[in-house]
């Protein structure tokens, strides 16, 4: 689902009022929810540019609750199984 920012994001965008660090914060969080796909294509087409060349990760970037990246494997307690 999309949040208020992202439609606020989205429109700024459009109107080319983003500079390249949101531009990319942006991207990242509709790859993340994968919105960007359901946009129109041109979204798609930017998102697998930025993702080509390493500017936003196809991977979704997972928060904790203080919005700091989590690691991608957790050790579970007592070892793996």
């Given at each position: ?79 793996a199984k």
């Amino acid at each position: 689902m999309y949040k208020n920012d992202d439609v606020d994001d989205i429109i700024a965008y459009e109107h080319g009022e983003l500079d390249h660090d949101a531009t990319l914060a942006l991207f990242q969080r509709l790859v993340d929810s994968g919105l960007v796909w359901n946009l129109q294509g041109s979204y798609g087409r930017t998102a697998t540019r930025f993702i080509e060349a390493g500017l936003v990760t196809d991977r979704p970037q997972v928060r904790d609750d203080l919005g700091l990246p989590e690691t991608t494997f957790r050790v579970r307690q007592g070892g793996a199984k």
